[in-house]
């Protein structure tokens, strides 16, 4: 069975730092998808990033960027210039091709001090 | 642009009480997906459909069931409630392939917040 791990529960950075959230996952697939997602006080799921497992470069979004090492399979996110409304619990989530269903890491707190 | 919309956004039961949540997602988006997200937990997936078609099932209790209607939008119907089954209930969608050419994003909704007393 496919697993993803986040072993940061919590994190904090200075506003206008930059800050990496660590993120593994196992899997015998060959061909999956990996995102970050955003859940603020809201609740609301917000899609942060995504990166296919078979493209090699390292996607970017913005202030958000990915460290992407199938290899060790490893997923890290970066916050650079972390703002006041980055503040949320992020999730790590994997699934395969095919419309199939999202597996979830345990989630970071990150919080950014003013 | 378009989000997934559920209904109703908050809802209160007592034990042993039907519910029924509704979930529209984006439009010319084929795939509905369930998940519920406990306190403090990372969100658990129930069920999805595909061309209104059941396509996967996770955890979902039997006392659980869901549709997908003709237009696409989807229902979770929930009976027997019990403590437990206090959590936040999201619904996703997703298409094989949008504008931008990314397959299999899940797009989520707002979620509906369940209150069993």
């Known amino acids: 069975a496919q697993t993803v791990t986040q072993s940061q529960p919590e994190m904090s950075v200075q506003e206008a730092e930059t800050v990496t959230l660590s993120c593994t996952y196992d899997?015998?697939?060959?061909?999956?998808?990996l995102f970050w997602y955003k859940q603020p006080p809201s609740r609301q799921m917000i899609l942060v990033i995504r990166q296919e497992a078979y493209k090699q470069q390292n996607a970017t979004e913005n202030r958000f960027s990915v460290n992407f090492q199938k290899a060790a399979k490893s997923f890290s996110l970066k916050i650079s210039d972390s703002q006041l409304g980055d503040a949320a619990m992020y999730f790590c989530a994997y699934t395969i091709q095919g419309a199939q269903k999202l597996v979830f890491g345990q989630g970071t707190r990150l919080t950014i001090n003013p | 642009a378009a989000g997934v919309i559920q209904s109703p956004r908050h809802l209160i039961k007592e034990k042993r009480e039907t519910a029924t949540l509704k979930c529209y997602p984006i439009p010319r988006h084929d795939t509905v997906y369930w998940y519920q997200q406990g306190p403090g937990q990372d969100p658990q997936f129930l069920i999805s459909?595909?061309?209104?078609?059941?396509?996967d099932k996770g955890s979902i209790p039997d006392r659980f069931s869901a549709q997908q209607f003709s237009d696409y939008h989807s229902e979770l119907n929930m009976s027997s409630l019990e403590l437990g089954d206090s959590a936040l209930y999201f619904c996703a969608s997703s298409s094989l392939q949008d504008l931008r050419g990314r397959t299999d994003t899940q797009y989520f909704g707002p979620g509906t917040r369940l209150t069993v007393l």
């Open positions: 459909f595909y061309e209104k078609m059941q396509s």
């Open positions: 899997t015998s697939e060959s061909d999956y998808y």
